[in-house]
C-alpha cells in the first residue's frame, strides 16, 4: 500500500476517551475529495476578472510554508492562475473574509472578493471548527 502512489498516512486525535474523533493530522499533501468537491462547487478562479470555473484547489497559504490541507485554506484556481501564482515575486494574500490581494512583480496590486453566492459555511462546518479550536485550547 505504501507504495502505491495514491496511498496515504494521515493521524486521527481523539478526547481521552479514545472514542470521539477531536481533531485530523492536516499535513496532507492533497484535498480530501469532499473538499474539492465542495471548492468546485463554490468558487470561481480567485483571480481579479477572472471568470474561469475552478479546474484546482489550490492552498492559500502554501503546503511548502506550512500551510493546512483544510476548507479554510483552500481556494480554487483555473490551472494557468495556478502557475502564475507559483511563479517568482507574484504574491497572494487572503484575508479573513476571503478577500484575495494579488501582488504582480512590478508591485501592482488587484483585490477579488469571493464570488457572490458563494456557499457559506454549513452547520457541520461550523460545528467542527469550533470543536478543533475547543481541542486546541
Known amino acids: ?61 502554501p503546503y511548502a510554508a506550512g500551510g493546512a490541507t483544510t476548507r479554510a485554506n483552500a481556494q480554487g484556481l483555473c490551472r494557468s492562475d495556478n502557475l502564475l501564482k507559483q511563479t517568482r515575486r507574484w504574491r497572494v494574500d487572503t484575508d479573513h473574509d476571503g478577500v484575495r490581494t494579488w501582488t504582480t512583480p512590478t508591485g501592482h496590486q488587484y483585490v477579488s472578493s469571493p464570488p457572490p453566492g458563494a456557499a457559506p459555511p454549513s452547520v457541520l462546518e461550523n460545528h467542527l471548527r469550533r470543536l478543533l479550536e475547543v481541542s486546541r485550547t
Open 1 to 61: 500500500m505504501a507504495t502505491s502512489g495514491r496511498s496515504w498516512v494521515r493521524r486521527f486525535f481523539t478526547a481521552d476517551d479514545g472514542h470521539q474523533i477531536t481533531d485530523v493530522d492536516p499535513r496532507r499533501r492533497r484535498f480530501p475529495e469532499v473538499v474539492a468537491r465542495m471548492v468546485r462547487a463554490a468558487d470561481y478562479c480567485a483571480r481579479p476578472w477572472c471568470e474561469c470555473r475552478t479546474r484546482e484547489i489550490d492552498h492559500v497559504t
